[in-house]
């Protein structure tokens, strides 16, 4: 995460003409401290608060380091780099940190707190021993040196087959295949031993060094480079499985498949492959696998040696030719079955040594009859074999569904919400079925009023007049007409008057936006857009040409289908802005002001609800309007 914010931000910097920033040793350790300290400060002073300013005391702490310190850049919550810099940094003083002209490094660091990621970003500008640039976010002590490696390694049986299975793998994902490097080997085998004999398991080997620190040890300076470790199997293909399947999750607890990018990477060439046993350790066997993109020397595969041709045996003396066997007969009781029902099959053979039916049946030698329950229609072969050769017969079994006679669960009426006072929107748990939901039935003051798939589980009454009150409950059906019980009843009355104009109603699963040239969302829009989400810094400018320079207002409207929780609603604004969950005020800054961040936490019911919110910017101003939750 730590190495990904670094080269995000080079990426940002690259971009937009700026040269790339190096790693500073102080500029790191600086952003240690600060994103310690941003994790403290935020537990103990919410966003919001008198006084709220987290970078208070930034130059103060660089200064203490010796760390000649530019800017500051603070960020929370998220846990990719990417997002970091690409949406919550893309304000004015966020973008001028990023792209600072006076600084020449930086440092950067991530520490989680009570599960929630705190970042630090410190450009600075420094010259000198002092400011070198580090080798990794994290300092590695310096190893003592290695002894260096003399004359060509060799691979076993296993690690060569380790190649053959990889490089079929690859080819399979169009990616080139790899070949044995002298130095990647080298380093290979080192890593193993090392691990074997001192009973660890870790890419930070016994002398403190990084991968990248022990590869140069082994004279291989090239990049791009990765490794992958495994301990347990002494075998290459349970070694191949455990990297190809491996989760290897986030902080989140996605997966990232670490160790199989590293093995489908297109960029790598070259590679050593080495497996040691530790008598004492932990785990037995212990495999290591170093990739490169560069191949410095290689080792030859020795391929396989041929099977030698077998000496001939001389020819048995023939014996009389058996006669081989018939079957006399081959049926099932019941050729046409209803599922879950048996048919007995039955036969009569002479001559066999061995009678076999298929489809899971097996040997039936000893037998004249077997009972079978098949799950489909299905078609039995039965074998009969001795010395001289085989006789089969087939018979087929019909399997016709059994009448479904089983209703659907009753759905849950979770949310009804009147948006406006001409539409009431709906959204409901999801119902089973041991066929399958076809469709729901809508019923609105005590009658049928619509009809709407098995899959969708919302939907928006435009019917409804305003300042009127309704009651609404649904079922669900089956292909078989079978229908579950009504559910529970919902209540909702929609206001008098939406005073919303035409165009301007919620959209499902993005927002409607509708723009005022006005700060107070009064008389027609002067646009009205969807918007997937809400994340603009217009600066000093209007959101669209519609929309007047000056001041101006925005209306979001959207339904979403939230899961069953606590969640948390991230805004970040700059003049004002109101937040309403299902008609709720959840959030209420209507005020002017600089760029300010607010966060609130909302449990939610499993469902759709409506989410509005409303902005306004009071001036030709510096205007920013974002917001969003996880």
């Known amino acids: ?16 003409g700026r040269p790339a920033l190096a790693m500073s040793t102080l500029g790191m350790k600086d952003a240690e401290m600060r994103a310690s300290q941003f994790a403290t400060y935020m537990r103990t002073t919410p966003p919001g608060s ?23 850049n603070l960020a929370y919550i998220t846990t990719d780099p990417v997002y970091i810099v690409n949406y919550v940094w893309q304000d004015g003083l966020h973008i001028d940190a990023m792209l600072a002209s006076s600084a020449n490094v930086m440092g950067v660091s991530c520490v989680y707190d009570s599960g929630t990621a705190y970042w630090a970003y410190e450009p600075g500008a420094c010259s000198g021993t002092g400011c070198a640039p580090a080798p990794s976010p994290t300092p590695t002590p310096t190893p003592s040196p290695a002894p260096a490696p003399t004359g060509t390694p060799t691979l076993d049986t296993e690690e060569w087959a380790f190649l053959t299975l990889l490089n079929n793998y690859r080819a399979q994902n169009g990616a080139g295949p790899l070949q044995v490097s002298v130095a990647l ?12 004999a001192k009973n660890y398991f870790s890419h930070t080997d016994s002398l403190g060094r990084s991968t990248g620190y022990r590869l140069a040890a082994f004279s291989y300076s090239y990049s791009p480079w990765g490794e992958n470790l495994a301990a347990g199997y002494s075998d290459a293909q349970s070694t191949f499985n455990q990297w190809k399947t491996a989760c290897d999750p986030d ?80 049926a099932a009781t019941a050729s046409t079955v209803t599922a879950g029902q048996s048919t007995t099959l039955a ?36 074998t009969a074999s001795n010395s001289a050769g085989t006789a089969t017969a087939r018979v087929a079994v019909s399997v016709v569904a059994a009448a479904d006679k089983q209703a659907p669960t009753v759905p849950v009426l979770t949310s009804a919400v009147a948006a406006s006072s001409t539409m009431v929107n709906l959204a409901w748990t999801a119902s089973t079925d041991n066929v399958g939901v076809t469709g729901y039935q809508v019923l609105r003051n005590s009658a049928l009023f619509a009809s709407v798939s098995g899959t969708t589980l919302s939907f928006n009454d435009g019917s409804v007049t305003a300042g009127s009150g309704y009651t609404y409950s649904m079922r669900a059906l089956d292909a078989a007409g079978n229908t579950s019980a009504w559910s529970n009843t919902v209540q909702v009355a929609t206001p008098a008057s939406s005073g919303s104009p035409a165009g301007c109603a919620a959209a499902n699963g993005a927002f409607t936006g509708c ?80 760029v300010r961040q607010y966060q609130f936490q909302q449990a939610l019911t499993a469902g759709v609800h409506l989410v509005t919110v409303e902005y306004y910017e009071g001036s030709a101003g510096y205007a920013v309007a974002q917001f969003f939750w996880q």
């Open 515 to 594: 723009y005022y040239n006005n700060a107070t969302l009064s008389g027609a829009p002067a646009l009205i857009r969807t918007d997937p989400r809400i994340n603009f810094t217009w600066a000093w400018n209007p959101p669209d040409r519609a929309v007047a320079r000056g001041a101006y207002s925005v209306r979001w409207q959207g339904n979403y289908t939230f899961t069953a929780g606590t969640h948390i609603f991230v805004a970040q604004v700059s003049d004002g802005m109101r937040v309403y969950i299902d008609g709720k005020l959840v959030l209420d800054q209507w005020q002017s002001g600089g």
């Open 185 to 196: 080997e080298n380093s290979s085998k080192w890593m193993s031993g090392d691990m074997a």
């Open 347 to 382: 036969w009569s053979v002479s001559g066999a040594t061995k009678i076999t039916i298929d489809n899971g049946v097996g040997d039936v030698s000893t037998l004249t009859s077997k009972a079978v329950s098949p799950s489909q229609s299905t078609t039995y072969t039965l």
């Open 50 to 72: 008198p006084g709220f300013n987290p970078h208070q005391g930034y130059d103060t702490n660089a200064a203490s380091l010796g760390y000649n310190i530019v800017s500051e």
């Open 251 to 330: 902080a989140s607890g996605a997966c990232t498949y670490a160790h199989q990018k590293n093995m489908l990477n297109p960029g790598f060439v070259a590679m050593g492959i080495a497996r040691a046993f530790g008598s004492g350790s932990s785990y037995g066997w212990y495999w290591t696998t170093d990739f490169g993109g560069y191949l410095e020397q290689k080792i030859p595969n020795p391929g396989t040696t041929p099977t030698p041709t077998p000496t001939p045996t001389p020819t048995p003396t023939p014996t009389p030719t058996p006669t081989a066997p018939t079957i006399g007969s081959f």
């Open 1 to 16: 995460m730590i190495n990904g914010l670094f080269t995000q931000v080079n990426l940002y910097r690259t971009s937009n």
